[in-house]
């Protein structure tokens, strides 16, 4: 761990550091047995409550490919994907998230993660046939952290579309780029995240060592999973990755043209974390979809850890522009392997929303800057103001 | 003019009609003189407190090219333009518009110009060197909504750099786009611009005729001006053209680098009026520029007039993003031309503020959706609600 | 006229005049009749000899909207059209075209077409009902250059799916932009279009005086229609805009998808002449098609008149890239007024193509450059030597 | 080794195979010693004659940063680099590539490098103190392909400029992409490169399995470097990577408007193998850089591997555009340990350009075409006739 010291101050405002400036004062254990060597994450399961309406979504708007869909579930996938799916869409009562799967290595490495959570006593599930078609030997645990996680290796191949510019929509989708979940207690879950092998690439804290978000990879991209703090364990989103910044403007333009911009959460923009260009939206249940392109590369294993000041006000939104509350209070339950949902425990520490906006909160867009714009106080800069 | 019931709904939910469904109450009077044969917009001459910190934004930020420049005065120019300028900075003691210059199609047009206003009895002056370098007989008047106009023919030119690849910026400023002028009556102010010559070419509406803004061209774009509801008269923000949408938002990216994202006022969006992609930034003096890229042509006579609902909650910004209230409230102060701030006139009719956002306005994303998000009840939904 | 001496070099390597440097040795006539105000080209009539193939071709591949079809003809507009099209297919035995269809400013413009070519002695026929669906009282004529030429005002309007997104494909078209025509005598085509009231906006030539190509305009952009130089009356291509640059290199990508890059002529590239970056395509009868984006605004009477050397390599594709023969050689057939092709007659003055490449041609990349690339000698350069 | 049978043709016209089908006849014996862990392509020391004008090429044009610099030497990154350079130009008598530089894991894989050369009898140099500046301990090698390679761990750190966007110009280059290597057997250098550790990804074979080149990766993208059969060892290109297409459209506009298009060799396009948009331009000394730009992800160990045949014309540029011929024999020459070029071998089987273009070469746009475009014969195509 790098002390807060050891940090350095670059030329466009936030910290980079060796190792991840975060420690966890109540760790889960870490196992004996090593962490399997995961890939990426390769696709989620959703439970949607409409299943045509949700397939308009996913197929109509948003593009992407049906590679096999039947009454109760609808496969998807993106255009580079050569696995079966990157989505599944399956229909149930309530809402929620059945399931983060990441591939791993080797098949070896789902005998690895047995060990690995049963040494943590974690209630597992393994299945020789998969838990969903496309998908072979896979293993389904509750974690520590109450999500709900498979591995596999074994996949059905389908054909890889990245060539079929026949199929391509304006807003085209190519890739399953990351998932994003809600945790309480933001350094716990790094540790946990990172004794199964992950690293992290950034952060937000402010001053006095909370950690109000962290984002960690496997594959060489800024995430393949980030843990937000809040109320958890809950899904904040799943995001998908376009070839360039007017694929995603071509997404707002479609839902404007289709009256449903009010599906449009947050964005578009520049995220100051990942300096990816982003977008959020929101699928008829209310689960949150990013589209996102152009983060970097991160794959020495010396990478430099980005921490961003809670207080800058670029770290979220490079522009400044402002944060929806929704986007800091709402999230998707995750099921439990009976596919009850998992019971949501409210976050102690300080809120990110809270600490930022409002009577209480303040932000910055230079640090130190005398004419900056408090909001506690005199600020009255139309990009933190009470805007409506 | 159409009554509106000759407008008909297009399937993008705004409605067409052939003329302006625009009537004045209270007009000014049409001058017998015909009026000059406007071209284009051509440039402003903007009031700046401190030069240099205006030169920086203009120059090293925006990457305009300077033409010529003194101690007092700076000449700036987009890259495709041939003539001497499209924007004059020139110091002063109080942030304001000097003067919106039209270029006319000939020398005689001037005489047309004066005949015109000298019927209307507006205060007027000519210069056969012109009031500003490069630019040769002008006439500037002080027009009956109270703005101050000038109008000219002989400019000098200067080389066209639309080929100087070389010296563009990632936000590569091309064209001036037009200029936007904040009145307090609307159809008065419409049609005094219609007797000069301009066409309409949108315009947003309620559904008992109050006219919050109006859009007219003398070239075949959208707008070579536009006419907003508000205390004036005022200027609410001059534009400037790029090639595509990813030069604005290198705009929006160079000024998160050089923390100055507070000075992002609104966007990067997409138009409903105009269809334009667009984003609006403050100057040092607070001084509105818009950056513009992709609207359509409406060169023929009988192009379809485009009336917006003022509920309809994408006619400012197709994606349903906010508009931020000082938006609606900020503009810039005109001279007359002694070079005395005109006195401000309040709107008196309904502010579109007012009727769209806060306890008493609504609006909707879907027209009569019973699911609607009307903001003064029980919406809550993150595209209208109180964000902050 | 301006004389070349008169011209001025710019830093870019071409020279800008005040006029159009071009004088005819055998001018069509001055008609006394004033000419109609034309306001843009608006549709081309083509004849095609698989309707079907064709329909794929412009509706499936190019995404053009079907405003109307029957049997034996289909009616197809671009995104942003409000009339009725912007391209007629009819089916017929040789592949041709039908006619250069223009919009005029007022019905009125249609008696002074009328009587403008009857001064000239130009076949003509007058339809009050249209030639074609959509379009009311017509005039079409043999122009003294061999081409058949229309002029009308009244059209049917229909929608102008300009903010219809969900429409939209990566390669969306959006405009008709312009005509390009061969005819063998380029100054005396040039004069006649001046009468006719187009203004040269840019022209290339060699030092002699030779004239090769000029570009004409109407509407503000940098053409209407264009004169190149060779076997004519011929047709060379009809162009489509689309927003950006992305949007062709979107067609490229879904001709190669679809295994019709052998369809792909020439390009993408930036032209030189004009500065839009473009690409040429051609429809299953061979009928060129160049989709085109980002030229200037050229609409002051002053406008300067850009003249390119012959031997400017950077003059077709300001990247250098070579102009393939078949772009030069190959054109459609134009059909008189009875439906019969236009006998074409071969240009008797220099060939662009001779003068340029191959063994008696040469062309630089830095005019006076003494390691320059002439290929007639030692020049072995890749940009311009034999490349397979 | 995945049999040509066993490979399946996709609904693109290539082929994919589990593993690729390209077999050695005379292999470089496989060490004992295990290969070191590679991360990915670092940096490449070019040697050029005129170090000034190639600064200006590299800063000037392309826009690469200077870490540091010398009389002799320039230290160059890209934008999202953190180590302290991606390119080296030392001046020297003779154009040529002094090493291909690559990243290991951790200090420990410099000792398996050496142990695994050593094995294969290459001569090496290991300095502790690096070759270069802010590199660290290393290790040099005439590889048995004849190619000098490096591996190093230890680098200093330097800021990662990627949120600096007011560095950025038009054509920014964002990350060193891969290396290309140009050797006269391909399946013996693919075994090599497999032993040390490389995945290949695509390849282009014909139907008797001669192969023409492979693409091979460390990190997962298309590759980290090439091997491109021709006589060798030679440098064929390095690239770097940018955002976005309009990047590379940017750097061709720059060097139109600079008057150096004759340094454009080839592109821009769109690649077949690879999936991404690219480009080719020469430095001052002849050496090949590609600007490259999406193509996929590549990282499962599964990962299909794309072979095309050589015949298919859409393999090189996926829009049927021509290869020039001197991209086919051009190259830089490669320095051994002692700075002196290496001597060049002559390929011995087919040639891609012989195969494919001219009198005895064919090519098609769809396989079995019967009216194909077989240049030998009848095909009158203008994608593969003689151009000039």
Redesign the interface.
């Known amino acids: 761990m790098t002390h807060l010291d050891d940090r350095t101050m670059?030329?466009?405002?936030?910290y980079?550091s060796q190792e991840a400036p975060i420690v966890a004062d109540n760790p889960v254990p870490t196992p004996q047995a090593p962490a399997p060597d995961i890939?990426?994450c390769a696709y989620m399961e959703l439970v949607v409550t409409d299943l045509q309406r949700s397939r308009e979504f996913y197929v109509e708007v948003l593009g992407l490919t049906v590679t096999e869909e039947d009454e109760d579930t609808i496969y998807l996938r993106s255009l580079?994907e050569?696995?079966h799916h990157n989505l599944v869409l399956r229909k149930g009562p309530v809402a929620a998230v059945a399931v983060f799967s990441y591939?791993v290595?080797?098949p070896e490495d789902l005998d690895k993660a047995v060990a690995f959570y049963e040494e943590l006593g974690c209630r597992m599930e393994r299945r020789q046939e998969g838990f969903t078609k496309g998908i072979g030997d896979s293993v389904r645990v509750e974690d520590p952290l109450g999500f709900p996680y498979e591995f596999f290796h074994e996949a059905e191949?389908v054909?890889?579309l990245?060539?079929?510019?026949?199929?391509?929509?304006?807003g085209?989708l190519?890739?399953l780029d990351h998932f994003n979940q809600v945790t309480p207690d933001v350094p716990r879950a790094t540790k946990f995240m990172q004794d199964l092998g992950f690293r992290v690439t950034e952060d937000i804290q402010d001053d006095e060592g909370t950690v109000y978000a962290a984002w960690m990879r496997r594959?060489?991209t800024v995430h393949d999973t980030a843990m937000t703090g809040g109320d958890g364990p809950r899904m904040h989103h799943v995001a998908f990755a376009t070839?360039?910044?007017?694929n995603i403007?071509?997404i707002?333009?479609?839902?404007?043209?289709?009256?449903?911009?009010?599906r449009?959460?947050?964005g578009?923009g520049?995220h100051?974390v990942s300096?990816a260009?982003y977008l959020y939206i929101l699928d008829p249940d209310g689960h949150r979809i990013e589209i996102y392109t152009?983060d970097?590369?991160t794959?020495?294993?010396?990478?430099?850890v980005v921490t961003w000041d809670v207080h800058d006000?670029?770290r979220r939104d490079?522009?400044?522009?402002?944060v929806?509350?929704?986007?800091y209070t709402e999230a998707s339950l995750v099921l439990d392997l009976d596919g009850t949902p998992q019971e949501v425990t409210a976050r102690e520490e300080k809120s990110e929303m809270d600490v930022t906006?409002?009577a209480d909160g303040f932000s910055y867009?230079?640090e130190g800057d005398a004419d900056g714009?408090y909001q506690g106080e005199a600020a009255k800069?139309?990009?933190?103001?009470?805007?409506?």
């Open positions: 670059t030329s466009s405002g936030f980079v890939l990426r580079e050569f696995i591939r290595r080797s191949h054909e890889r990245a060539w079929r510019y026949d199929l391509y929509t304006p085209a190519v890739r594959k060489p070839h360039e910044k007017h403007l071509a707002c333009d479609k839902m404007g043209a289709l009256r449903i911009s009010d449009i959460e947050r578009p520049r100051g300096n260009f152009q970097y590369y794959g020495d294993p010396d990478n430099p006000n670029q490079f522009w400044g522009n402002p929806v509350p929704s986007w906006i409002g867009t230079r714009t800069g139309f990009k933190l103001g009470h805007q409506l």
